[in-house]
């Protein structure tokens, strides 16, 4: 089973554009997150939810919405998309807060056309 | 703001070399360093996680060093393999255990 899993894969789209992302753990973990990884390869975090709560927003447009339905479930929404979007989004997670350990998804690249 | 910095940020090597990665980090107040493996097309993979408290982690033929005081650590990794090519990327947390940072990562090729 995959630990944390992640919708979709490869995700190709128009600007203007509304799309989401979906992540899911089955590690029990309380803590999620979405990371952004550029072009330049570099990663930078986006958002933390603990427990369904929002703990970490970063400088991220508001065109960005995480949704934590439940612990397990940590969704992306991008609204209006711009080329600057592009980029693979990782989902992770961690048991706490303190990050511990952290599990991550296979990642999804996003390519705005 | 913390910063993160990986050297070098490409390493070639032949098969069977032992070889050091370096991380160095501007602020020493950190909750621990994790070293991750990411491979082409794949997510992050946790290696090892070293506490503030801790100088060093082994796993394998991987062995992580911490030096709070002086912002740095290092990654050994023995008798590498073509399996080891891969990027490997430090990242620390800050204390109060709500930022990771990541560095830039390494990109190491083994060669058979």
């Known amino acids: 089973d995959t630990a944390v899993s992640q919708t979709p894969k490869y995700l190709v789209t128009q600007m203007g554009n509304d799309k989401s992302i979906k992540c899911e753990q089955n590690l029990g973990h309380d803590t999620m997150y979405w990371y952004k990884q550029d072009s330049k390869k570099f990663l930078k975090i986006m958002f933390s939810?603990?427990?369904?709560?929002?703990?970490i927003n970063e400088t991220v447009p508001n065109r960005f919405s995480p949704k934590s339905p439940d612990k397990a479930h940590l969704n992306l929404h991008i609204n209006s998309l711009e080329l600057g979007d592009s980029a693979v989004y990782f989902c992770?997670?961690?048991?706490?807060?303190?990050?511990?350990?952290?599990?991550f998804g296979s990642g999804t690249q996003l390519s705005v056309l | 703001k913390q910063e993160v910095t990986q050297i070098p940020a490409a390493l070639s090597v032949p098969e069977g070399e032992n070889l050091v990665l370096n991380c160095s980090f501007t602020d020493s107040a950190i909750y621990n360093l994790q070293w991750f493996r990411q491979d082409p097309g794949k997510g992050l993979t946790s290696l090892l996680l070293i506490q503030s408290s801790q100088r060093e982690q082994t796993s394998g033929r991987l062995n992580a060093s911490l030096d709070k005081s002086s912002g740095r650590s290092t990654l050994y990794i023995a008798a590498s393999q073509p399996g080891d090519s891969a990027t490997y990327l430090c990242?620390?947390?800050?204390?109060?255990?709500?930022?990771?940072?990541f560095g830039e990562g390494t990109q190491l090729t083994v060669n058979p």
């Open positions: 939810y603990n427990n369904k709560e929002l703990i």
């Open positions: 992770a997670s961690s048991l706490g807060t303190a990050y511990e350990k952290l599990f």
């Open positions: 990242a620390v947390t800050e204390t109060s255990g709500s930022r990771l940072t």
